[in-house]
C-alpha cells in the first residue's frame, strides 16, 4: 500500500526533472544583437600609415629665389590644399572608396541614375577614368585638387583650345573661359602628371605651384600627414561646417559660436563610422555645444522612433559625443554596411525604370 | 485561505529577525544616499552631466535612457546575486525552524494540510525574495527616473526572474530540510545549487574539455537538470537594459526553472507527507 502510494511523487518528480532538462536545453537566450559594431577610425592604421609614407615626397629645391627651409618631405596633395591660406580642407580617397563596398553601392547609384553616357564616360573619353586614374580628391575653399595618375590624359579634350601657360619647374595653367552661359574664368593647373587643381583665381593658381615647388612662404598645413585616416578625412571650420550641413539655427549656431575647427575622419572600408573631433577656443562653449549635439541626437531619436523608423532610433542611440579635456569634444557616429545599402536602394531602382 | 494564513505566519517571522530588517534598512540607505548626493543633467532627453557626491563624473553625452541602460544592467546583476547569496544565507532556517520540535507537532495538529504548510513556507520565501527584489529595482526605477525623466518598467521585470532564480535554489534547500532538520546542510545545499547553476551556464563548453568517462556523464546528468543561472541573470540583465532577446528561448527557460521547481518541491513534498512528527 505504501509502496503504490510512493510512486505517484516520485514519479511526478522524476517526470518534473525531465521536462525541466527538456526545457532547459536551448539554445542562447540573447538574441543575435542588431546593434552596429562599427569600428570608428581614430589614428593611422597599419595599412594607412605605409599610404601615407608612400605619399610623401621630397620637397623640391630651386636655385632661383629663396627656398623655405625645413621641409624636407611633403604631401603633395596636403601642401597644395594649404596653399594660399584657409581654414578648412576635406579629403575624399577615392581610389579606397572606390573598391569598397560603400564605393560600390555609390557606383551602382551612379551608374543607375547616369545611364551610360555618364560623367564619367565623358571623362573616361579625355583619357582620364575617375575609377582607375583617381586617386584623391581633396576641396578646399580656394578650390579643388585631384591627385592620381593622369599621363594619358588628353588636357585638350578635357581642358578646351585654351594655351596652358608653363609656370615653375613642373606646373602649367589654363585658363577655361566660362561658357556662353555665363560663370568665371577656371584656372586649371596640372602640376606634373600627378597634380590638378581646379579654382576660380590665377593667384590660387600661382600660390598652389609655388607651395609644391617650395617657393616663396609656406602656409600653415591645414592638415598633418598623420591626419590622413580614412576613407575622407579633413579640417573644416565650425561656421564652415554648418554652412555645409545647412543647419542655421539650435545647434548649427553653436557649431559655427563655439569650435574654431572641426577634424572630421570617415571610415567606409565595410561600414560606415564617423569621428568628428571638435576644438574651440572657450572650453566653455565647447561644453554647452556637446550637450547641445547630445541633446539634437536624443531628439532625433525621439523623433525617429516617434515616427516609426525603428532603424534610424536604433543607430542613434550608438551616436555619442565624448566630451574632452581643454576644450575639446569627439561626435561619434556609425552606420553598418547593411542599413547604408537600404538607404541607398531607392537609387539603384530609378523612377522611370518601369516604363 | 490557510495557505494564506501559513504565508502570513513566515512573513510574521521573517519581519522579526534582523536579517531581513538590516536589509530593508541598507537598501532603503543606499536609495536615500543615491537620491540626495546624484546629481544628473539631462538636455532635451540627453544625459549631459553627472555629479555624485558634487564631484562630476565623465561620462559620454547620450541619449538619457541609453545612458542608464548599464546602469540597470549593473544593478540587475547586483539584484540577483546579491540577492541570491543573501537569500541562501537569510532564508536557510525557515525550513528547520517549521520543523523544530513542538512546532511542527503543533502546526500538524491544526487543520491545516501538510502540503498548505511546505507550498505556504515555500511561497512566503518566494514573496520575500519578491519583495526584496522589487524594492531595490523599483527604487532605483523611482529615483533615477525622478531626476532623468526616463521611467521603465523592465527593471522590476528583472526583478522578478531573479526572485523565480531564488525559487528554484529554495525549493532544493526546503527539500534537504525535510531530509535533515539542519540550517547549515539547508544554507550549503543552496550554495551547492548557485555553483551547480553556474556550471549549467557553461556547461557546454567545459563538457567539450573533459575527457570522455563517468566524471563527465555524472557533470552532464547534474548541470543538465539545472537551471543556468548565469544565463538567468544574463537575461535579467538584458531585460533591465532593454537589449533585445530571443522570446521562444526565455520561455523555455523560465519554464524550465518553474519545472525544476516544481520537481523539488514535489520530492519534499513526499518526504513531508511521509515523515512522522
Given at each position: 500500500?505504501?509502496l503504490?502510494?510512493?510512486?505517484p511523487w ?6 518534473l ?32 600609415r ?26 603633395p ?21 572606390r ?10 547609384c ?14 573616361r573619353k579625355a583619357g582620364?577614368?575617375?575609377l ?38 613642373k ?9 556662353a ?8 593647373t596640372r ?10 583665381s590665377?593667384d590660387?593658381a ?22 590622413t585616416?580614412?576613407?575622407m ?6 561656421s ?8 542655421t ?14 577634424e ?8 560606415v563610422?564617423?569621428?568628428a ?7 566653455a ?25 525603428a532603424?534610424t532610433?536604433e543607430?542613434?542611440?550608438f ?15 556609425a552606420?553598418p ?7 541607398l ?9 518601369g516604363? | 485561505?490557510?495557505?494564506l494564513?501559513v ?18 534598512i ?8 543615491l537620491?540626495?548626493?546624484l ?9 549631459a ?8 563624473l565623465?561620462?559620454?553625452i547620450?541619449?538619457?535612457?541609453v ?19 543573501f537569500?541562501?544565507?537569510?532564508c ?8 523544530s ?11 491545516v494540510?501538510?502540503?498548505?504548510l ?30 532623468t ?11 522578478l ?9 529554495y ?34 563548453t567545459?563538457?567539450?574539455?573533459m575527457?570522455e ?8 546528468g ?11 541573470a ?17 520561455a ?6 518553474l ?19
Open positions: 500500500m505504501r503504490r502510494r510512493r510512486w516520485l514519479l511526478a518528480a522524476a517526470l526533472l525531465g521536462l525541466a532538462a527538456w526545457l532547459l536545453w536551448t539554445p542562447d537566450t540573447l538574441a543575435p544583437t542588431s546593434r552596429p559594431q562599427v569600428e570608428l577610425p581614430r589614428h593611422l592604421r597599419p595599412a594607412e605605409q599610404r601615407m609614407q608612400a605619399r610623401l615626397t621630397p620637397v623640391p629645391t630651386f636655385d632661383a629665389g629663396p627656398a623655405a627651409m625645413g621641409v624636407p618631405r611633403q604631401d596633395m596636403l601642401t597644395a590644399l594649404s596653399a594660399g591660406g584657409g581654414s578648412s580642407a576635406v579629403v575624399l580617397e577615392v581610389n579606397a572608396l573598391y569598397s563596398p560603400l564605393g560600390e553601392l555609390l557606383l551602382g551612379l551608374v543607375a541614375r547616369e545611364g551610360r553616357e555618364s560623367a564619367l564616360e565623358s571623362l582620364i577614368d575617375p582607375q586614374d583617381v586617386d584623391r580628391v581633396g576641396i578646399t575653399e580656394h578650390g579643388l585638387v585631384v591627385s592620381g595618375d593622369f599621363r594619358k590624359t588628353q588636357w585638350a579634350t578635357l581642358l578646351g583650345d585654351a594655351t596652358p601657360q608653363t609656370y615653375g619647374d606646373g602649367s595653367i589654363t585658363a577655361v573661359e566660362p561658357r552661359e555665363g560663370g568665371s574664368t577656371l584656372y586649371a602640376w606634373g602628371d600627378s597634380l590638378l587643381y581646379l579654382g576660380t590665377a590660387d600661382r600660390s598652389v605651384v609655388d607651395a609644391l615647388e617650395n617657393r616663396g612662404p609656406r602656409s600653415p598645413p591645414i592638415l598633418q600627414p598623420d591626419q585616416y580614412g576613407e578625412y579633413g579640417v573644416v571650420s565650425g564652415d561646417l554648418a554652412q555645409a550641413l545647412g543647419e539655427g539650435g545647434w548649427g549656431k553653436a557649431l559655427a559660436g563655439a569650435a574654431s575647427s572641426v572630421l575622419h570617415l571610415d567606409a572600408r565595410r561600414d563610422g564617423l569621428v573631433e571638435v576644438s574651440g577656443d572657450d572650453a562653449k565647447v561644453a554647452d555645444l556637446g550637450k547641445t549635439l547630445g541633446g539634437a541626437l536624443a531628439m532625433g531619436r525621439i523623433e525617429a522612433r516617434a515616427g516609426g523608423d532603424e532610433a543607430l542613434l542611440d551616436a555619442r559625443v565624448v566630451p574632452g579635456r581643454d576644450g575639446k569634444l569627439s561626435l561619434e557616429l552606420l554596411l547593411e542599413v547604408v545599402a537600404k538607404r536602394a531607392f537609387c539603384r531602382n530609378p523612377p522611370d525604370a516604363r | 485561505m490557510k495557505l494564513a504565508i502570513a505566519d513566515l512573513l510574521r517571522e521573517a519581519a522579526a529577525r534582523r536579517w531581513f530588517l538590516a536589509l530593508a541598507a537598501l532603503t540607505a543606499l536609495l536615500l544616499l537620491l540626495t548626493s546629481r544628473l543633467e539631462v538636455v532635451d532627453g540627453a544625459l552631466a553627472t555629479r555624485l557626491f558634487g564631484e562630476p565623465f561620462h559620454e547620450r541619449p538619457a535612457d545612458a542608464l541602460r548599464p546602469v540597470f544592467q549593473i544593478a540587475s546583476q547586483v539584484v540577483f546575486w546579491g540577492g541570491l547569496l537569500g541562501v544565507i537569510a536557510a532556517d525557515f525550513g528547520p525552524t517549521l520543523l520540535p513542538g512546532r511542527i507537532e503543533f502546526l500538524t495538529a491544526l487543520p494540510r501538510r502540503w498548505e511546505l507550498l505556504g513556507t515555500f511561497l512566503g520565501v518566494l514573496l520575500l525574495a519578491v519583495g526584496g527584489a522589487v524594492y531595490a529595482a523599483g527604487g532605483l526605477v523611482l529615483v533615477l527616473g525622478g531626476k525623466g526616463v521611467w521603465t518598467g523592465w527593471p522590476l521585470l528583472s526583478a526572474l531573479a526572485a523565480l532564480s531564488f525559487g528554484a535554489v525549493a532544493g534547500m526546503l527539500a534537504v530540510a525535510l531530509w535533515v532538520r539542519s540550517a547549515a546542510l539547508s544554507a550549503a545545499t543552496g550554495m551547492v545549487l548557485v555553483v551547480l547553476g553556474l556550471l549549467a551556464t557553461h556547461r557546454r567545459m563538457m567539450a574539455a575527457d568517462g563517468l566524471g563527465r556523464m555524472l557533470f552532464g547534474l548541470t543538465a537538470l539545472v537551471p543556468p543561472l548565469g544565463r538567468m544574463d537575461v535579467a540583465g538584458a531585460l533591465a537594459s532593454s537589449a533585445p532577446l530571443a522570446p521562444g528561448s526565455i523555455r527557460l523560465l519554464l524550465g526553472t519545472a525544476f521547481t516544481a520537481a523539488l518541491l514535489v520530492v519534499a513534498g513526499y518526504r513531508f507527507e511521509r515523515k512522522d512528527f
